[in-house]
């Protein structure tokens, strides 16, 4: 039973409001979050709610009870519960091919589309990505055959349930949800009415934010406001079982669908699943079933038992949302008080630059720079932490550099030739070239192929001067932090090679100095962006190829040469690109390969291929020469970089039947690669 003062926790302990109230605002000021709405279900009954902090730092306007949210993904599990009432009244079935009962257009050009059901929807096993982000929408697997998370799955059932209801889904969602449940402040399109009871977003601590979500369209996986007075409404329902039949809650929250262990969303101790459109976790104390939302500058959260009728709610406008939950589940499950993770490593952590911790290669010096005792390291010099390898860490070391100075940390080496880099170019200052991110395959470092918003990123380098790096890395997933521990410096959310430990080391190319270097390992990390499965090629990309063994540029390329290549098969990566580094080794005399595919054209006719290279190439047609190139670095100007994109097009004359096409492609400096997309696949089909 509830007892005034008194919380009972999942585990059927009891804690008291006082703790529950002194550790919120604690850990709020920690971590410097705007508002919070937070409500505590107990025996069926709302037992606390608590409303925290500002609607907008800058203005000082409280968090009231009214207040509205950015739920986001906690739109999903309100969803599902509509789309269980509409079943129950015979309008949708769970297991028929939605295309029967309306064509997707988006995905037509995929037949593997005519598979996907309601149930494929809620249970994310479409295979459609999360959101398309302006790309074509494709399918990464059979449809119901893995499990892949997906707002676009729910934007087509939503389509398709407007289509069969003749209602659109904002009407629907209040007809079906809100008012029956009493859900009066509750709405998924957003208005200037609302606008002005809503609380305003925030990034970076008491940051307002200026990325303003405000959809005109209900959207079936994101687009909910609502505040916490409604929404323990909805789970109030769910919790006493009532709105829908007790069998449609049977087939919400049985398990549906088990993420594999390497999936980003399962945890270590592989507890997740899902039932239709809810999450499961299995625990000591019994199941719960639960969502989050992450809209960047919102972030919420709630859970809940059927069996205990206990759960928890709250939304924050603040990007610290997710971190808060940290401290609060395990609080609210077994009364267990955590502290946030530092933002710094500690003491403990410090390797000392000395033989006992490093092995150096070049040239080195220990001594004092600017007041800081570190390592000086020479011209193409590195230090490499001993008898220790590292799969998920966090790393931060001090850094000098100087003039044209290229210097950073290495990790994840598996061999000389086999690692992950970040470095800084002092030279690039202010630029989006200042840091990077490369892979180096088979001794060949990759920075042409790995440019732009998650390889790349502006930073000011103050040159001769300490500025601090922070590197986190978690499974492919990497974000690092230079000077400001707040802000980010650069998020790679595809690390190139496969996760596996590997030794850490530092490096440079001048002179430059390093101090105060730490590193710890991790078992979990709480990234700044919501992790979330990554994009797939566009419709018409070349994503398989065959890469023939090297040979020496200017070879006469032949059926017979090509015939006695060796050759392996490869797969591209998510934007198409082929690092031929991964396939072939490169060396002064053999830097050439043929990269090869095939095309059967259902007649005579003509197709644009849009490619990109890295660095020279000749593209063959069926073994006649169709195009020469050349994007070798500063070969245009002295600014050229020699990037690889889509940035070419040639129109290929397919004959009836089989076509063959090579790439062949020479390497001179800073990656090796090839990448090509046909603008449309009608009348051919890639082998």
Not at 374 to 392: I, P, T
Not at 499 to 507: H, K, S, V
């Amino acid at each position: 039973m509830a007892q005034a003062g008194k919380i009972q926790l999942f585990n059927g302990e009891f804690t008291n409001e006082e703790k529950l109230d002194a550790m919120v605002k604690d850990k709020m000021s920690e971590l410097h979050i705007a508002g919070l709405s937070l409500a505590l279900i107990n025996d069926g009954e709302i037992t606390y709610s608590r409303n925290y902090g500002y609607t907008n730092y800058h203005t000082q306007n409280a968090i009231a009870s009214q207040t509205l949210f950015e739920a986001a993904s906690m739109t999903k599990p309100v969803f599902a519960w509509l789309v269980m009432k509409l079943v129950e009244q015979g309008i949708v079935d769970l297991d028929r091919p939605m295309y029967q009962y309306l064509p997707y257009k988006d995905i037509e050009n995929d037949e593997r589309y005519k598979k996907i059901t309601a149930r494929m929807v809620l249970t994310h096993s479409t295979g459609f990505p999360n959101w398309r982000y302006g790309r074509p929408l494709s399918i990464s697997f059979e449809p119901g055959t893995d499990f892949s998370y997906s707002g676009e799955g729910f934007v087509y059932l939503g389509k398709v349930l407007e289509h069969l209801t003749k209602r659109n889904l904002e009407q629907l969602f209040q007809d079906e949800v809100f008012k029956p449940l009493g859900m009066t402040h509750s709405t998924a399109i957003w208005s200037p009415y609302y606008d002005a009871k809503k609380a305003m977003g925030h990034y970076n601590g008491n940051v307002p934010s200026k990325d303003f979500y405000q959809s005109l369209e209900a959207n079936p996986a994101a687009s909910l406001l609502t505040n916490t007075i409604d929404f323990t409404k909805f789970m109030l329902a769910v919790i006493n079982l009532q709105g829908l039949q007790k069998q449609s809650y049977d087939e919400i929250f049985k398990l549906q669908v088990k993420p594999s262990k390497d999936n980003s969303v399962q945890n270590k101790d592989e507890s997740i699943a899902w039932g239709l459109g809810w999450v499961r976790e299995e625990t000591p104390f019994g199941i719960k079933y639960q969502h989050g939302g992450n809209n960047g500058d919102f972030e919420s959260y709630f859970e809940l038992s059927t069996d205990k009728k206990f759960g928890y709610v709250y939304f924050t406008n603040s990007d610290k949302g997710d971190e808060l939950n940290q401290i609060l589940k395990p609080f609210l499950t077994s009364g267990e008080v955590k502290d946030l993770p530092s933002k710094h490593l500690s003491e403990n952590e410090k390797k000392a630059f000395i033989e006992e911790h490093w092995n150096f290669t070049g040239y080195f010096e220990r001594g004092k720079f600017k007041e800081k005792q570190g390592l000086f390291l020479y011209s193409d010099s590195e230090a490499w932490l001993k008898n220790k390898k590292y799969k998920n860490f966090i790393a931060e070391f001090d850094i000098a550099i100087d003039g044209y100075c290229f210097a950073g940390i290495k990790f994840r080496q598996k061999d000389n030739d086999n690692f992950e880099t970040y470095f800084l170019r002092a030279n690039e200052t202010g630029t989006p070239h200042a840091s990077q991110y490369t892979p180096v395959f088979n001794g060949n470092s990759g920075w042409q192929l790995y440019t732009g918003f998650n390889y790349a990123r502006t930073v000011q380098i103050r040159e001769g001067e300490w500025m601090h790096i922070k590197i986190a890395v978690f499974d492919d997933w990497m974000e690092v932090y230079v000077d400001d521990m707040d802000n980010l410096a650069l998020h790679v959310f595809d690390l190139k090679h496969s996760p596996d430990f590997g030794a850490i080391g530092l490096w440079t190319d001048s002179p430059a100095y390093f101090a105060n270097f730490k590193v710890k390992e991790v078992d979990t990390y709480t990234f700044f962006y919501d992790r979330q499965p990554k994009p797939i090629p566009e419709t018409g990309t070349i994503t398989h190829w065959e890469i023939s063994s090297p040979f020496s540029y200017g070879s006469e390329i032949t059926n017979e040469f090509a015939d006695k290549l060796n050759w392996s098969k490869t797969v591209c990566e998510y934007n198409g690109l082929v690092n031929i580094s991964r396939e072939a080794t490169l060396s002064y005399n053999e830097n050439t390969v043929l990269a090869k595919f095939e095309v059967y054209s259902d007649e005579d006719q003509r197709k644009e291929l849009q490619f990109g290279y890295s660095d020279i190439a000749t593209i063959y047609l069926n073994g006649i020469n169709l195009y020469q190139g050349d994007r070798t670095f500063r070969s245009r100007d002295a600014s050229y970089y020699g990037t690889i994109g889509y940035y070419e097009t040639i129109t290929l004359n397919l004959k009836k039947g089989q076509n063959t096409i090579w790439f062949e492609v020479t390497e001179n400096y800073g990656g090796w690669g090839v990448m090509a997309k046909f603008k449309n696949l009608h009348g051919i089909t890639l082998k």
